[in-house]
């Protein structure tokens, strides 16, 4: 089988592990499209020759870099369908992404592959979209539904949604991977006679639930709190940190490369994704949860959205907005340390089962099979 995958992260050093998962397929014959440059979390990335032959990779060149909807190809598209030829053309995209209505659009000129594509979309809108460009995206999306032939999903919440508009094709829940780097580095077992250090990884925005945090410190008077990221509400929050004095112990850091992130995760005695449901958006995965878990760190995070299918377990969990209920659980990894092992163990355990890049395209050689490709 000769597959093109178009993704739109495939710079990345991530994505990389990902398409070799994909090549160690049998009978697969992999290709790789994706730009040549992209903004990731802030960050342009420029995709860099790896020099692994195990795929073949396809630069383009792309407008609204770092907009995973309104993203397009204004260059190469077109010519690495017509070049490769593909028998199965994998989208990592919604299918409501104006990439997927480019690539549905030039379908019949290529010789009319099989089109699956991965959606992410946990909120059931009945063909409307979070952007002016709504009638757009429901017409793109209604036709992609029409001619795949089946879709993958990154969570049971999706899987649902998918069916409530009305998909009536094959489809998986296979939930993105995490990259090697954390299952090779675990944390060795710490002290915590000392102060405790809370993290946080990810945008500055209100639906990331950061002043929860701030908010908690005000009861963990001997904890520090570090806040990686940036984003539209970061005022906000420093202002908060202020008004509740305890703006000492916040360390603010700005976006970090992915490669970084192992060396900041380490530094955490816990993760914390306070994430709340808001209009329009929950969390679709949380996959610093599953980064901090494979690295041996424990992670804890509301129950908003896909959050709770990650984590897997009650007692990792708190409400959404409740802050009492987040500070018991961080006091609780100081006080409780046969609990704190347990949850280390089971971090790592569920995130190698679940969360890595091979069984990710394991399990999408099975849906293959499925289908009848492979």
Known sequence: MRLLIIDKTAGLASAHERHQA???LPKVELHVFGPSRWVENDRTVSWVDHGDERYVPHRGTVCFPGYYARHFYSGGLLRVLRDVKPDVVQLLEEPWALVSGETAFLRPL????DLLFYTWENIYRPWKYPSRLSPVYARIDRWVHRISVGAVCATQMAETVLRQKGYDKPTAVIP????AWYFQSPVAAKDLDRPLTVGYIGRMLEMKGVDLLIRAMEQLPDAELILIGSGADEGTFRNLA???HVENRVRWVS???E????GHLASFDLLVLPSRTMPGWSEQLGRVLIEAMALGVPAFGSSSGAIPEVLGREDLLFPENDVDVLVAAIQRIREDAAWRTE?????RRRARELFSWERFAANMGDFYRNLGFL
């Open 110 to 113: 290529m010789g009319c592959f």
């Open 176 to 179: 993105y991977g995490v990259s």
């Open 343 to 347: 949850i280390v163990e089971y971090g």
């Open 255 to 257: 976006s970090i490369s």
């Open 22 to 24: 994909f090549a160690s």
């Open 259 to 262: 490669e970084e992130v192992v």
């Open 242 to 244: 202020n008004e509740c």
